[in-house]
């Protein structure tokens, strides 16, 4: 009677265990399908900006548009270096509009240089890494 209780025991927890799967499954793409609502266009992932003079800061303005359904947010926006300061669109950007991103490079260094901006919306899964160059004079 004793091997019949716990037969019964290890047979209604395999079961348990099975019946989990599919809600994880249904969470999973609950939270996949969340990033697929909308989209962010960006204007120009890289800018050029040529010849700037030392000394001089210079704003660099990256422009997307959200193409999707749903507002989308600035997450965070980082520099890759303490020599480029950034700010951006803080409000959230409703479907159909546009916002930017300013980076600001300190041309402190003579030379060509190539800096990075990585930001992250609520729109996408993964950050996006923007790209500013030019050459210092």
């Known amino acids: 009677m004793k091997i019949l209780k716990i037969t019964m025991l290890v047979l209604a927890l395999g ?3 099975f019946s989990a799967i599919t809600p994880i499954k249904v969470i ?3 939270v996949e399908s ?7 266009v960006w204007k120009a ?9 030392q000394g001089t800061p210079k704003a660099i303005v990256f422009e997307f548009k959200n193409t999707g359904k749903t507002a989308v947010v600035i997450t965070n926006v980082q520099g890759s270096c303490g020599c ?7 409000e959230p950007i ?3 509009k546009s916002a930017k991103v300013t980076a600001t490079y300190n041309a402190a260094n003579k ?3 190539t800096k990075t901006v990585t930001v992250t919306t609520s729109g996408e899964a993964t950050p996006k890494v923007l790209t500013l160059k030019g050459t210092v004079i």
């Not at 969340?34 to 962010?40: A, H, P, Q």
């Not at 480029?84 to 803080?90: H, M, P």
């Open 111 to 113: 030379g060509a240089f």
């Open 94 to 96: 409703l479907p159909g």
């Open 45 to 53: 992932e890289t800018i050029d900006v040529g010849q700037i003079p």
């Open 84 to 90: 480029t300061a950034t700010d951006y669109t803080k």
């Open 28 to 30: 999973a793409s609950k």
């Open 34 to 40: 969340k990033f697929d609502v909308s989209t962010i």
């Open 15 to 17: 079961l348990m265990s």
